[in-house]
């Protein structure tokens, strides 16, 4: 006798036999009942979820013998007739292979026909979506205006490749897609029915790989009846579809958590020489940590595809697995999926993800690299005083130096008239110490940090003036409330600047942007008195409203003669051309950037003008 694959056998012959698409049945049972059966139907849903079986059971039971009924009996020639694929009255067409509209015009000569044995003549269209445009217009022209004796069901997979005018004219069913319980439900019966022995194990995993297909699932089942000598098991299950199994699933998870990579490394290895698809088996593992994922948050989702002999392990690596960690292995394994499935190495790709979980491996944060390099940028610009706050030379170094004798420039730029060389080692060897230290620190940290950041926004605002006076300083402490600043001391001319209301105006504008305040500035040139910002004065002593004049270094030797102030006509009347004033030599010559400070100030101080 010949076989019949359990699929066609188990086809459902009426509505009871339809599983997991209730609200279809429901529907068109009731309008047999009422006579008001469509003259159109399109049933749209997933391979193998009954489109096709319920189109059949439909034209039973409208040419059942003892109908139109909900119930056809099967047994009368009518039925047996559409079961057999034999009615005259049911025409199954697949448009997949007559998708033109030559087989198509055919179809419409032969709808005016009268029904040959039944009541009603049912033409069934599978995969419609397939039809080219111009045969989807001519089974228009049929559903608008279609013989009171002809009934359409239109089956497809994708539903929307259909015209929207197709759909308008058809009362449309969605079939959904049946969970596991039930795919497993309906696998234990025919399983008892046909006499094959399954572990329950064996059909949940049977069910699994179905993926909501009845077809597929049957299929499934009664190719392991052939396979198998006894009863079909899970282990038979897995090794026919080629599955790793659970226990490799926990065991593969586990190494990527413990940061086991050496482990890890190994389970690809093995699976690759056993010759198993690790595409298949990267798929798996996602779906193993999806489960890990939804335990402690839906354990009824998480459990519903699993077996009663799987649940304990897996509920016992959801407690020891954060699912902080759980989704960090989904994402990674999701991307390599996607690799595999573009074509690249599987083995390359799942080592490659493998070990990057197990050891850390991530991306570099690019805006902190962006953060580094501005940082680095902006101490180019100014010299290296953002990034380098200490002083340019040791105690040792310093100390080595010959003695300059006073009033003598020496040819290296470091080295300064007596007083102030001897001045500079004392700061060095005895720093001050600065009020708030402890309580501060971490805020003259982060604030001398930006400092370099802070120059390079003033002149992005175009304040290169502003810039060219604070890209000196340097931040000595910051509390929240006071910012103190210091030049070094041979560019002492520059506090006076720095205290200038606009300068002060531009470098609030970032303070506040960068800090969310307006600090008072305070302002000092090697070791002389701090100088303040013209800021509203909150301690209680009297304010000076007449303007600092003429700010030079406090290191300034006792026998040098002040500059001279009034009738100042030119550079040389002005004191420029003075040697021990440290701002050049008596040959007009101008040596460095501090003199051109030292020029403009005296310049353009109004003093100096003639009148």
Not at 73 to 97: P, Q, W, Y
Request: charged share 30%; with cysteine.
């Amino acid at each position: 006798m010949k076989h019949t694959t359990l699929y066609r056998k188990w086809r459902p012959r009426a509505f009871s036999g339809i599983v997991g698409q209730e609200p279809v049945v429901r529907t068109i049972r009731r309008a047999i009942e009422t006579g008001r059966v469509s003259h159109a139907y399109l049933f749209s849903g997933p391979r193998g979820t009954g489109k096709t079986s319920t189109a059949k059971v439909l034209a039973m039971g409208l040419n059942c013998e003892n109908g139109p009924t909900p119930e056809p009996d099967g047994t009368c020639d009518s039925c047996r007739a559409i079961v057999n694929n034999s009615s005259l009255d049911v025409v199954e067409m697949d448009a997949a292979s007559n998708r033109g509209i030559d087989e198509i015009r055919d179809l419409r000569d032969r709808v005016n026909l009268s029904p040959v044995a039944g009541r009603m003549k049912v033409y069934i269209v599978d995969e419609v979506h397939m039809l080219t445009p111009e045969a989807f217009n001519a089974l228009l022209k049929m559903l608008e205006e279609p013989p009171e004796h002809v009934v359409f069901v239109l089956a497809t997979t994708e539903k929307h490749k259909v015209l929207p005018t197709i759909i308008s004219r058809c009362q449309s069913f969605d079939f959904r897609r049946p969970g596991v319980e039930t795919l497993t439900t309906k696998l234990s019966e025919i399983a008892q029915a046909e006499k094959i022995e399954a572990e329950p194990e064996a059909l949940t995993v049977i069910a699994r790989e179905g993926k909501g297909s009845f077809r597929d699932a049957e299929g499934l089942l009664d190719q392991l009846s052939s396979f198998s000598d006894g009863p079909v098991t899970a282990a038979m299950v897995r090794e026919l579809l080629g599955s790793v199994g659970s226990e490799v699933l926990l065991e593969a998870t586990a190494a990527l958590h413990e940061r086991r990579a050496a482990d890890a490394l190994r389970i690809v290895d093995r699976l690759s020489n056993e010759g198993k698809d690790l595409g298949q088996f990267a798929g798996e593992l996602i779906g193993h940590l999806r489960r890990l994922m939804l335990l402690p948050h839906a354990p009824e989702v998480a459990l519903a595809d699993v077996g009663a002999e799987e649940r304990a392990p897996l509920e016992v690596q959801a407690v020891a697995i954060p699912t902080v960690e759980v989704v960090r292995l989904v994402e990674a394994m999701g991307d390599a999926l996607g690799r595999m499935k573009r074509g690249g190495d599987p083995k390359l790709d799942l080592e490659l993800t493998f070990l990057k979980l197990a050891r850390d491996y991530s991306e570099p944060d690019v805006d902190a690299l962006l953060r580094r390099l501005e940082t680095l940028e902006a101490a180019l610009e100014n010299g290296g005083f953002a990034a380098n706050t200490g002083p340019r030379r040791s105690v040792e170094q310093t100390s080595a130096l010959p003695e300059a004798e006073p009033g003598v420039v020496e040819d290296d730029d470091d080295a300064r008239p007596g007083p102030l060389a001897a001045e500079r080692e004392e700061s060095e060897e005895a720093p001050p110490v600065q009020e708030n230290e402890g309580a501060g620190r971490g805020d003259v940290v982060d604030l001398a940090s930006q400092w370099g950041g802070i120059i390079v926004e003033l002149k992005r605002r175009r304040q290169a003036l502003t810039a060219a006076v604070y890209g000196e300083a340097r931040v000595e402490s910051f509390d929240g409330k006071v910012l103190r600043l210091s030049f070094p001391e041979e560019q002492g001319f520059q506090v006076g600047m720095a205290k200038d209301r606009k300068h002060v105006e531009e470098l609030h504008k970032i303070l506040e942007e960068r800090v969310g305040s307006k600090p008072r500035i305070e302002v000092r040139a090697g070791k002389t008195d701090t100088v303040s910002t013209p800021e509203p004065i909150t301690h209680e002593e009297p304010a000076s409203e007449e303007p600092l004049s003429n700010p030079e270094p406090a290191s300034r030797p006792a026998s040098e003669p002040p500059p001279e102030d009034a009738g100042a006509g030119s550079a040389e009347e002005a004191g420029y051309g003075n040697t021990s004033s440290g701002a050049g030599g008596g040959d007009g010559t101008i040596r460095d950037e501090a003199e051109v400070f030292e020029m403009a100030r005296r310049l353009f101080d109004p003093r100096n003008r003639g009148s």
